[in-house]
T-cell receptor, first 112, second 115 residues
Framework: DAKTTQPPSMDCAEGRAANLPCNHSTISGNEYVYWYRQIHSQGPQYIIH???NNETNEMASLIITEDRKSSTLILPHATLRDTAVYYCIVSARQSGNTPLVFGKGTRLSVIA | EPEVTQTPSHQVTQMGQEVILRCVPISNHLYFYWYRQILGQKVEFLVS????????KSEIFDDQFSVERPDGSNFTLKIRSTKLEDSAMYFC?????????????FGNGTRLTVT
C-alpha cells in the first residue's frame, strides 16, 4: 500500500508556481521520495526524486522537510500541459526490480 | 529520446479468449515491468522481470497471466482466458540497472476491452 498522503486535487493558474504537498510521516531512513506524473491516460512519467536534500532539475524542484516527514513538489511556472495526476511515492532505493507502488495522487488542473 | 513502445494501442477481445500484449522496452534496459490501470483507479503493479525470469509479482498476477521475453527486443504479457474484470490499460515499463537511480520509463499503454 502507498505510504503517502496527497490532496486529491488542486488548481493552479497558468504561469504561477504549482506547489504539490505530500505527507510521508512513516518514511524510513533508507527510503527515497519519488515523483511521477500521468498526463491523461498516458503512461506515468518520472519527474524527480530525493533522499533528504532539496533537488532541482529541468522539470521541477523537490523540497523535503528536515524531519523528512513531508515534501513539496514545485512546478515553477505551470503551463496547461502540466495538467496531470501527480504521484508522490516513497520507496527504498530503486535497486534491482523493486517495483514502485502508486497511490491515488493529486490531480492538478492548470487553469488559463 | 528512446521510448518504450506498446502494441496494439487498443485491443478488444471476447471473454475467455487469450490475448498477448506486446512491448518493446528501451534497448539497453534490463529490468522490465507490467502495470495495469482499471478506468478511474490506481496504477497497479503486476510483475517485474529480469534475466529471463520473474523477480516479483503481485496478487493480481495469477495463473492466468504470464510474461515472456521471446527475443532480444520484445516483452510480452499473455492473459490466457480473459475476464470482464481484465478490462484496463496495461502499461509496460523498463529501466536500466546501475548504482545511481534510473527512473522507470513507461509506454503509453494498451487499452484492453473484454466484452
Amino acid at each position: 500500500d502507498a505510504k503517502t498522503t496527497q490532496p486529491p486535487s488542486m488548481d493552479c493558474a497558468e504561469g504561477r508556481a504549482a506547489n504539490l504537498p505530500c505527507n510521508h510521516s512513516t518514511i524510513s531512513g533508507n527510503e527515497y521520495v519519488y515523483w511521477y506524473r500521468q498526463i491523461h491516460s498516458q503512461g506515468p512519467q518520472y519527474i524527480i526524486h530525493g533522499l533528504k536534500n532539496n533537488e532541482t532539475n529541468e522539470m521541477a524542484s523537490l523540497i523535503i522537510t528536515e524531519d523528512r516527514k513531508s515534501s513539496t513538489l514545485i512546478l515553477p511556472h505551470a503551463t496547461l500541459r502540466d495538467t496531470a495526476v501527480y504521484y508522490c511515492i516513497v520507496s527504498a532505493r530503486q535497486s534491482g526490480n523493486t517495483p514502485l507502488v502508486f497511490g491515488k495522487g493529486t490531480r492538478l488542473s492548470v487553469i488559463a | 529520446e528512446p521510448e518504450v513502445t506498446q502494441t496494439p494501442s487498443h485491443q478488444v477481445t471476447q471473454m475467455g479468449q487469450e490475448v498477448i500484449l506486446r512491448c518493446v522496452p528501451i534497448s539497453n534496459h534490463l529490468y522490465f515491468y507490467w502495470y495495469r490501470q482499471i478506468l478511474g483507479q490506481k496504477v497497479e503493479f503486476l510483475v517485474s522481470f529480469y534475466n529471463n525470469e520473474i523477480s516479483e509479482k503481485s496478487e493480481i498476477f495469477d495463473d492466468q497471466f504470464s510474461v515472456e521475453r521471446p527475443d532480444g527486443s520484445n516483452f510480452t504479457l499473455k492473459i490466457r482466458s480473459t475476464k470482464l474484470e481484465d478490462s484496463a490499460m496495461y502499461f509496460c515499463a523498463s529501466r536500466t540497472p546501475g548504482t545511481l537511480y534510473s527512473p522507470l520509463h513507461f509506454g503509453n499503454g494498451t487499452r484492453l476491452t473484454v466484452t
